[in-house]
């Protein structure tokens, strides 16, 4: 255990280290500053301008950033569509797959342009080499850098005073692939390759075992789609089996590099914010709220898992320690902080099975996905998720105290409040309402594997991974369905367009207001009680809203458990 526990101290510690320069080098890419990667990267960007006949100097209204986005997306989503019917005409697809089933192919789409990367079908039986590349690998980034890009345009608006533009997304998207994502990834796929991770595209390997029978053995470019899926919190594994699949992540350092890897970037873009708007330590603040959710969050999921299940321990297990669906190769706690981070980020790969979690634990990961995906969160999405319950502290603080509530300088007013509530309640409303609807039909409870608390569990989590935008999956519940396949196509894109637009809307309003200076009656946003608030609103506010939901699934079946009852 004490090995363990070195283990989550040892990539806090890294993640804390990196953190800070990675979010000033953030900030100085979208103020258009020097890097130590202009030299190179700057001549391609300019040239890109320039194919493509791109003023970068040519600020947007959120209005026009919105409609840019959207195009960007639709089009999106119509590529990766096109790519998985016509793969079977394609090349690069040595084993021959053919068009994937319409439904399947409409959610995948969906999903992938989203940055949910939810995966309701095999990947290496489904999907063709150059789908996996052309298609997944592609809007690993790119969904990745419209989130990012997104989020820089928020902090323009807290940034900004009397403005009407809020940056270009073309130039923010352009940035945020050239400057960040792909120098990292080629980091890190460089790293994995050497680990052992397979980048072949080579035809699958056909083994005999010992008494003849015969095996397929699935390869692919997967090292290339790993490193992304986890610095762009996508998820989306190569393999069905997802990160606990040797190919993609066979030693404890790629492990380890897998979950830092899903957290830098979302930990960084505080500290991003906190250079952009000149006060790093409003950034800290923002930082430490996130931190404190995670621990805290990790720390029930611990004790969940290490206090075991009393029906093993009347069986002899020692401990009654429960190891169905863990990582063995790693242990229980690598295996739940690996949940954690994935749940909390965004991200949905997973190196273990969450199904197989104790209740309590798999608890704590419905609610990091219900709440909004703001501990951390998927990149840039994150940010301005915990900008809306930020908002919604400082209203709470404004009745508390009788005056116009402000955030880091700028009032809010009405229009604010309006828009944050959308984004924080249209994600949760969509996934209550669509579990609602999964449980009383035959169509969401045909492909249930397990009845009672658990089954809803599996039902809650399918859909808070769906409008959370996260992509990891319970288990137990087949979801390839086209009840499920079309329902949560609709949820993951509720999940991130009322989540973006209300927040580019939020940010052409405060883009437009003066800076208020601070006075006796301001809460500071860059203290201990800030802090406090902020975490407390978020708890709050999760707990208000599902904790009905709740009671009736994970908590239900944790009393259940303890009677000596499973499902």
């Known amino acids: 255990m004490l090995t363990e526990l070195a283990y989550v101290a040892l990539l806090l510690g890294a993640l804390l280290v990196l953190a800070a320069p990675t979010g000033r080098y953030i900030a100085k890419v979208f103020g258009g500053e020097q890097t130590l990667l202009s030299p190179l990267i700057r001549p391609i960007e300019q040239g890109l301008y320039e194919i493509v006949d791109i003023d970068e100097s040519r600020e947007m209204s959120w209005k026009t950033y919105v409609s840019a986005l ?86 323009r608006g807290f940034a900004r005073k009397n403005a009407d533009g809020i940056g270009n997304f073309w130039v923010d998207l352009t940035r945020s692939v050239l400057y960040l994502l792909l120098p990292l990834a080629i980091v890190w796929a460089l790293i994995f390759v050497s680990q052992g991770v397979v980048q ?112 093993l321990e009347k069986l002899g297990v020692a401990g009654g320690v429960n ?76 009745l508390m105290i009788g005056r116009t509530p402000e955030l880091f300088g700028k009032k809010l007013e009405p229009f604010e409040m309006i828009m944050a509530v959308i984004g924080l309640l249209a994600p949760s409303v969509t996934l209550l309402i669509f579990a609602a609807v999964a449980i009383v039909l035959p169509q969401g409870l045909s492909s249930l594997n397990n009845a009672g608390p658990h089954g809803l569990s599996e039902i809650l989590y399918a859909f808070a991974s769906a409008c959370g935008n996260n992509g990891s999956a319970f288990a137990g519940l087949n979801a390839n369905t086209v009840f499920y396949n079309l329902a949560t196509a609709f949820g993951m894109l509720v999940g991130r367009f009322a989540t973006i637009l209300p927040a580019l809307a939020l940010a052409g309003s405060l883009a437009q207001k003066r800076i208020v200076p601070a006075s006796s009656a301001t809460l500071p946003a860059a203290s201990p009680l800030f802090v406090i608030m902020l975490v407390g609103t978020v708890i709050i506010v999760g707990a208000l809203t599902f904790f009905p939901v709740f009671v009736l699934g994970p908590i239900l079946e944790h009393l259940l458990m303890q009677s000596g009852t499973t499902f």
């Open 70 to 155: 959207l195009v960007f997306n639709i089009l999106g989503i119509a590529a990766v569509f096109l790519l998985q019917e016509l793969q079977g005409r394609l090349p690069f697809n040595p084993e021959g797959l053919g068009a994937v089933r319409w439904d399947t192919a409409l959610n995948t789409a969906v999903s992938f342009t989203t940055n949910t990367n939810w995966q309701s079908y095999s990947g290496e039986q489904t999907l063709a080499y150059l789908t996996q590349m052309l298609g997944l690998t592609v809007q690993n980034f790119l969904s990745a850098a419209v989130g990012l890009a997104a989020a820089m345009a928020v902090v």
């Open 200 to 311: 072949t595209l080579g035809p699958y390997v056909i083994s005999h075992g010992l008494e003849g029978a015969e095996q397929v053995i699935a390869l692919g470019p997967a090292a290339s789609q790993d490193a992304i899926k986890f610095l762009g919190t996508n998820g989306g594994g190569f393999f069905n089996a997802n990160s606990a699949h040797p190919f993609e992540n066979p030693t404890p350092l790629t492990d380890f590099l897998q979950v830092l890897g899903m957290l830098l970037i979302p930990a960084s873009l505080p500290f991003a914010f906190g250079s952009m708007i000149k006060n790093h330590q409003q950034g800290k603040a923002i930082f430490a709220s996130m931190l404190v959710l995670y621990v805290m969050g990790l720390g029930v999921g611990l004790w969940a898992e290490t206090s075991g299940n009393p029906l």
């Open 323 to 398: 190891m169905e669906g863990k990582e063995t190769r790693f242990g229980v706690v690598p295996s739940l902080l690996f949940a954690q981070s994935t749940t909390v980020t965004s991200c949905g790969g997973v190196d273990s099975m969450h199904d197989s979690l104790m209740p309590l634990a798999g608890l704590v990961l419905l609610f990091n996905m219900a709440i909004g995906e703001v501990i951390f969160g998927g990149v840039g999405v994150g940010l301005i998720g915990i900008f809306f319950y930020a908002i919604m502290t400082m209203f709470l603080a404004g």
